[in-house]
C-alpha cells in the first residue's frame, strides 16, 4: 500500500538501530521485482503470498540454528507477515494454500515475535475505501513495476490488455498480473483469501499491531478488533493521527512513536529472561 521508497526507509530506521546498538543480525526481505530488482519468471508478488518469506526464513534459520527470529513488516508487508504467522494453525481454509501449507511444511521454530505497522488486515474494505486518486497514486508504483519487468510479464494472458488502461490502480495490476498466477478465479477471492484478518486466530506468538486513526492506507475500519481481543498473543496499538508509517512524537522531527515501540517490543521478547520464561 505505501510506497517501496517509503518501506524501504522506515526499516533500514530498524536495521541501522539494531546494528548499532545490538548483537543481532538484520535481514531485509524485499517483495519479488521491488527496490530495482527484476523478477526472472511471469510470477509477481501479491499482499498475501507468503511461499518466499518462508523459504527465506528457513534458509536464515538453516544457516543460524541458534539464534531467535523476530518479524518486523511495513504496510502490505505487515499483512503478509501476519498471515504467514497465522496461517499454519488458523482456523479458516484458504482458496489457494501456499505450498508450505499444501506440504505441511512446519514454519521454523525459531521464530519468536513479530511487529507491525500500518498493516491493511482487510484488502477488500481497504481497496473500497481508497479515493480514485489514491488508487492511481498506488497504481503508478505497479505501472513502475510493470515497465520494469515487462519481459516477464509479457507473457501473461491479459498483459496487452493491462497496457492499454490510461491511469492503472492496484486493483488493475492485481486483476490482468496477478490473480490468476496465484490460483484465484476473482480478484475478490484474491483480495479476500489474502487478508490477514482471517488468520490471525492462528498466530501462536506474541504480535504486536500499530496504526493510526487517519492512516489513508489502511484504513481504521478495517481492523480487526475482535479477532484480535480474542488472542492472547496479539495487541494493537491504536494512535488518533499519525498517518501511515514513520509516526513522529507531537513537536519533534527525529522520534518516530512507532519505531521506538517496535524496539521495546523486540528487545523485551528476544531478552534472555524473556526466552527462560516462556
Known amino acids: 500500500m505505501a510506497s ?15 546494528i548499532e546498538n545490538y548483537t543481532y543480525r538484520p535481514v531485509c526481505y524485499i517483495y519479488r521485482g521491488c527496490a530495482g530488482a527484476k ?12 511461499e518466499d518469506i518462508h523459504i527465506a526464513l528457513k534458509e536464515i534459520s538453516k544457516r543460524f540454528p541458534k539464534s531467535k527470529i523476530a518479524l518486523v513488516g511495513f504496510s502490505m508487508g505487515g499483512n503478509q507477515l501476519a498471515k504467514y504467522l497465522g496461517e499454519f494453525k488458523s482456523c479458516h481454509k484458504q482458496l489457494a494454500p ?20 500500518g498493516c491493511p488486515f482487510d484488502y477488500i474494505i481497504t481497496t473500497q475505501s481508497c479515493t480514485e ?10 505501472y513502475t513495476y510493470f515497465k520494469k519487468n515487462e ?12 497496457k492499454k488502461i490510461a491511469n492503472p490502480t492496484t486493483d488493475d495490476f492485481n ?16 483480495y479476500a483469501d489474502c487478508s490477514a484478518s482471517l488468520y490471525l ?14 492512516d489513508p492506507a489502511s484504513t481504521p475500519i478495517a481492523t480487526p ?48 529472561h524473556k526466552q527462560k520464561i516462556t
Open 201 to 214: 486466530n492462528g498466530i501462536d506468538v506474541p504480535t504486536l499491531f500499530i496504526s493510526s486513526g487517519n
Open 39 to 50: 523478477i526472472t519468471t511471469p510470477r509477481t508478488y501479491n499482499g498475501g503470498a507468503t
Open 225 to 272: 478488533f475482535r479477532e484480535i481481543s480474542q488472542n492472547e498473543n496479539l495487541a494493537l496499538l491504536q494512535t488518533p493521527s499519525g498517518g501511515h508509517l514513520g509516526q513522529f512524537y507531537p513537536f519533534s522531527t527525529k522520534r518516530k512513536f512507532d519505531e521506538e515501540h517496535i524496539f521495546k517490543f523486540l528487545q523485551y521478547n528476544l531478552s534472555p
Open 175 to 190: 486483476q490482468y498480473l496477478s490473480t490468476d498466477v496465484f490460483g484465484y478465479k476473482s480478484l475478490r477471492d484474491a
Open 133 to 142: 486518486k489514491q488508487a492511481q497514486s498506488i497504481g503508478k508504483n505497479c
Open 4 to 18: 517501496m521508497e517509503e518501506v524501504e526507509r522506515h526499516l533500514y530506521n530498524i536495521l541501522d538501530y539494531f
Open 151 to 162: 519481459e516477464q510479464l509479457k507473457y501473461h494472458k491479459d498483459s496487452e490488455t493491462s
Open 98 to 117: 501456499p505450498k508450505h501449507i499444501s506440504d505441511h511444511d512446519a514454519r521454523p521454530s525459531s521464530i519468536v515475535c513479530g511487529a507491525m505497522t
